[in-house]
């Protein structure tokens, strides 16, 4: 049995909810299997990240882009492929592939459409022309942005290098990833903190809790990336406590904090750095 947290069972609830007054309205029940009854809810891609990352990322990597040596597929280009379907994918999921690794999976279906919808927010089709002003763009990606995000070598290293980031996701994918970012964190991104004894604070040594993102681990060490963009390692027989966060660092920018039309001006600048 699948186990959630608190919020995440809420979540889960609410977009089952949702599945369940949209099932209703479908004239049948084939029509509801053709067309994502969720594509139009933000929640249920947050909501598929979730159950991806603890039932699929085994094979396919918390970022759906596939683990070297494992033959499961770049999940992020399956959209690319002819004849691929939002129902295509909800049948693959449900009955597995003949052949292959990939099983038959029992989830229910607003879980099979909630993994739809994520895998479609996380897929590597170039965005539409954004049609912003590049220059506001640019003065409000440097504002907003820049600290932890790089373009052609300048900013930050704390979040993904965003140079090409309009030619390998959707526009969807874009907008949803400042909304909510926490619903798809890419590798080498996950959040984690760390609490350890500083030993050079005197007698005794004193606490410290260091956040940042997690960039290799093995059984006896972690290297993360803290909040001030400093690589360090940490061997965790040291540390009091290591814990995984659910919730991406970056903050969740809502239309009260970047607008439509502003976000459309910075989607426009990172565009034009192609």
């Known amino acids: 049995m699948k186990k959630y947290s608190k919020a995440m069972l809420s979540l889960v609830r609410s977009v089952t909810w949702l599945f369940s007054i949209t099932a209703v309205m479908c004239v049948s029940s084939v029509q509801a299997q053709q067309i994502n009854p969720l594509e139009s809810d933000p929640r249920a891609a947050r909501a598929g990240g979730v159950l991806f990352r603890s ?3 085994t094979c396919h ?4 882009k596939g683990i070297t040596g494992i033959d499961a597929p770049d999940l992020t280009s399956i959209w690319a492929a002819e004849g691929t379907t939002d129902e295509r994918v909800f049948q693959t999921i449900r009955n597995g592939v003949p052949g292959s690794i990939m099983p038959a999976h029992g989830f229910t279906d607003p879980e099979t459409w909630m993994l739809v919808s994520y895998l479609r ?3 590597a089709t170039g965005a539409t022309e954004f049609s912003g002003d590049a220059v506001r763009g640019s003065s409000l990606f440097l504002s907003n942005c820049s600290r932890c995000h790089r373009v052609k070598g ?3 290293s704390l979040g993904p290098d965003l140079s090409q980031i309009t030619s390998r996701r959707s526009a969807a994918a874009l907008i949803n990833s400042v909304r909510e970012p926490s619903a798809v964190i890419a590798r080498r991104y996950y959040p984690v903190s760390v ?3 500083d030993p050079g604070a005197g007698d005794g040594g004193r606490r410290q809790r260091v956040q940042g993102t997690l960039k290799s681990e093995d059984a006896f060490s972690i290297q993360m990336m803290d909040t001030n963009q400093q690589l360090r390692a940490f061997m965790k027989a040291d ?3 290591f814990l995984r966060e659910s919730e991406s660092l970056m903050p969740a920018f809502s239309r ?3 607008s439509s039309a502003e976000l459309e001006d910075i989607l426009t600048f990172l565009q034009s750095q192609l």
């Open 55 to 57: 039932q699929c990322a």
């Open 61 to 64: 990597g918390g970022d759906a």
């Open 121 to 123: 927010s996380v897929a």
């Open 154 to 156: 300048e900013g930050g």
């Open 195 to 197: 609490v350890f004894e």
């Open 239 to 241: 540390l009091l406590e």
């Open 256 to 258: 009260t904090d970047l």
